[in-house]
T-cell receptor, first 116, second 113 residues
Framework: DAGVIQSPRHEVTEMGQEVTLRCKPI?????LFWYRQTMMRGLELLIY????????DSGMPEDRFSAKMPNASFSTLKIQPSEPRDSAVYFC??????????????FGSGTQLSVL | KQEVTQIPAALSVPEGENLVLNCSFT??????LQWFRQDPGKGLTSLLL?????REQTSGRLNASLDKSSGRSTLYIAASQPGDSATYLC????????????FGKGTLLTVNP
C-alpha cells in the first residue's frame, strides 16, 4: 500500500485566499484524522471521521475551517479565508478501526502551508 | 486536561550507546500509549503501541514500557545508530476517548557516528 497520500506537499498563498488540502487514506481504514503541527502548540487534532462521518470537530479553530469526507478514499480540509496564523504543517492520518481499543495511526507526509 | 511532557527536549549520543527517552502524562485513565518517530519534513511513523493492560512492547532494538499508575512511559533504544536520529513523540488518548490523542512536544535525538 502507498500509505496515506496528501496533496499538495507545499502551499503558499496570500491572506484571504481559499486553501484546500487533500488526503487519501489507506484503503480499508475506517478512521481519518486531520492534525495541525506548529512549533508553539505541537500537534493538535482538528477533526476525526469514522466511516466517513465527522465524529469530533471540536478542534477546528473557527468557522473558517471546514472538512469533508465524501467517500472512504478521499477527504478535504478547507480554509476560507486563510490568515497568516494558519501557517503550519497539516497532517492527515488514518487507522484501521474506530472508537474501540485504539490502533496504530498512519500519517501522511503533510502539507506545509504558508499564508503570506 | 491531559498534559504530556517529554524529557529531555534534545539528546545527543555517540553511535552504539543505549538510551532512554521519557514521557509523562497527567491523567492515568488512558486506553493506550503510542510512540512515534518523525523525520525532518516528514509525517509521523508509529513505532510501538502499548495497551493499558500491557507493561511493555518490543520491536527490534526498541522497547517501550508503560506505568499507568505513575503516569510514565519510557522508550529504550539499544545500540543506537545514526539512522535513529529523529524526533520521538509519545501520545496518549485524552478526554475519555481512545482516539483523541494528546502529543508530547517530542525529544530530538541525534546519534553521532
Amino acid at each position: 500500500d502507498a500509505g496515506v497520500i496528501q496533496s499538495p506537499r507545499h502551499e503558499v498563498t496570500e491572506m484571504g485566499q481559499e486553501v484546500t488540502l487533500r488526503c487519501k487514506p489507506i484503503s480499508g481504514h475506517n478512521s481519518l484524522f486531520w492534525y495541525r503541527q506548529t512549533m508553539m502548540r505541537g500537534l493538535e487534532l482538528l477533526i476525526y471521521f469514522n466511516n466517513n462521518v465527522p465524529i469530533d470537530d471540536s478542534g477546528m479553530p473557527e468557522d473558517r475551517f471546514s472538512a469533508k469526507m465524501p467517500n472512504a478514499s478521499f477527504s478535504t480540509l478547507k480554509i476560507q479565508p486563510s490568515e497568516p496564523r494558519d501557517s503550519a504543517v497539516y497532517f492527515c492520518a488514518s487507522s484501521l478501526g474506530g472508537q474501540a481499543g485504539g490502533e496504530k495511526l498512519f500519517f501522511g507526509s503533510g502539507t506545509q502551508l504558508s499564508v503570506l | 486536561k491531559q498534559e504530556v511532557t517529554q524529557i529531555p527536549a534534545a539528546l545527543s549520543v555517540p553511535e552504539g550507546e543505549n538510551l532512554v527517552l521519557n514521557c509523562s502524562f497527567t491523567d492515568s485513565a488512558i486506553y493506550n500509549l503510542q510512540w512515534f518517530r518523525q523525520d525532518p519534513g516528514k509525517g509521523l511513523t508509529s513505532l510501538l503501541l502499548i495497551q493499558s493492560s500491557q507493561r511493555e512492547q518490543t520491536s527490534g532494538r526498541l522497547n517501550a514500557s508503560l506505568d499507568k499508575s505513575s503516569g510514565r512511559s519510557t522508550l529504550y533504544i539499544a545500540a543506537s545508530q545514526p539512522g535513529d536520529s529523529a524526533t520521538y513523540l509519545c501520545a496518549v488518548p485524552s478526554g475519555g476517548s481512545n482516539y483523541k490523542l494528546t502529543f508530547g512536544k517530542g525529544t530530538l535525538l541525534t546519534v553521532n557516528p
